[in-house]
């Protein structure tokens, strides 16, 4: 398993990032190779990427979810996959965004990506497109879910 940890610092209050973060199908609009989410239910998400040519649909599930606070997720089929995102309250409207996540890179192709820092910088820049999306709304997330996934109901 490989490890990624990125950190963004957002101009907006902890609640309207996470409102934002929470909007799954949205994420197409800033990060780079996701063609499509859509939200199965609460907790489940189906995603299409195309990274490098290579198309994958595959399923994530939410194991966690604490508004304004974090989000947890792991894949349940295709590509093998777990993270968290935080949300640390800097000031009144400055948040700190942060992504923890493990993926187990398949085949040659992503694995030398992985060894290159590809899926590194990649979640950089999607962090930064995040950033710039969510100021560019001066604030105004597209929308917010707030319940609740209590983790030990999940596993």
């Not at 899926?119 to 100021?135: A, H, M, N, Y």
């Amino acid at each position: 398993m490989s490890a990624i940890e990125e950190a963004v610092e957002v101009r907006v209050p902890v609640r309207t990032a996470y409102n934002q973060w929470t909007q799954f199908e949205d994420f197409p609009q800033f990060m780079e190779g996701v063609e499509s989410i859509k939200q199965v239910d609460d907790t489940k998400t189906h995603w299409v990427t195309s990274i490098g040519g290579q198309k994958r649909e595959f399923d994530a599930v939410i194991t966690e979810q604490n508004p304004d606070e974090r989000v947890a997720w792991r894949t349940v089929d295709g590509p093998k996959q777990a993270g968290v995102v935080t949300f640390h309250r800097l000031g009144e409207n400055e948040t700190k965004v942060m992504l923890q996540m493990d993926f187990e890179p398949e085949g040659i192709v992503e694995k030398a990506g992985d060894a290159l820092g590809v899926v590194k910088s990649r979640t950089k820049g999607d962090l930064k497109r995040f950033k710039d999306f969510i100021e560019s709304r001066e604030g105004n997330e597209t929308g917010a879910w707030r319940g609740e996934v209590d983790q030990t109901k999940t596993n």
